[in-house]
């Protein structure tokens, strides 16, 4: 395989790449706790998005337990954006999991 055959390659796979991280970023994904009470969404790349809080969640004597929900749910999203996004990743890769890529949602 000649140089210019493995250029063309990257080129073409890194354009693959640009598109799935475009793809990723129009993609939400909800993350919960508390039974649905606490809704935190986030998009292919990790950003969040929306954060929606029962009212009944919204006790001034229960700040810490409302805090930990939040975290919770917003955690749940993220781990689901992850694995979206690994999902997405291994349609390019063919499911081999080469370094460097296995972690493509955004910082």
């Given at each position: 395989?000649?140089?210019?055959?493995?250029?063309?390659q990257a080129k073409v796979m890194q354009e693959k790449m640009a598109k799935?991280?475009?793809d990723l970023a129009k993609k939400s994904i909800t993350g919960s706790a508390g039974g649905g009470m606490v809704l935190v969404t986030v998009n292919g790349q990790g950003d969040v998005l929306s954060v929606a809080v029962?009212?009944?969640?919204?006790d001034p004597q229960e700040?810490?337990?409302?805090?930990?929900?939040?975290v919770a749910a917003t955690n749940d999203a993220l781990?689901?954006?992850?694995e979206l996004s690994k999902?997405?990743?291994?349609?390019?890769?063919g499911g081999l999991n080469?370094?460097?890529l296995s972690n493509f949602m955004q910082s």
């Amino acid at each position: 395989m000649d140089m210019n055959t493995i250029m063309q390659q990257a080129k073409v796979m890194q354009e693959k790449m640009a598109k799935i991280q475009e793809d990723l970023a129009k993609k939400s994904i909800t993350g919960s706790a508390g039974g649905g009470m606490v809704l935190v969404t986030v998009n292919g790349q990790g950003d969040v998005l929306s954060v929606a809080v029962e009212k009944t969640v919204v006790d001034p004597q229960e700040v810490e337990m409302l805090q930990d929900l939040i975290v919770a749910a917003t955690n749940d999203a993220l781990r689901k954006a992850k694995e979206l996004s690994k999902q997405e990743l291994a349609q390019l890769t063919g499911g081999l999991n080469l370094p460097g890529l296995s972690n493509f949602m955004q910082s």
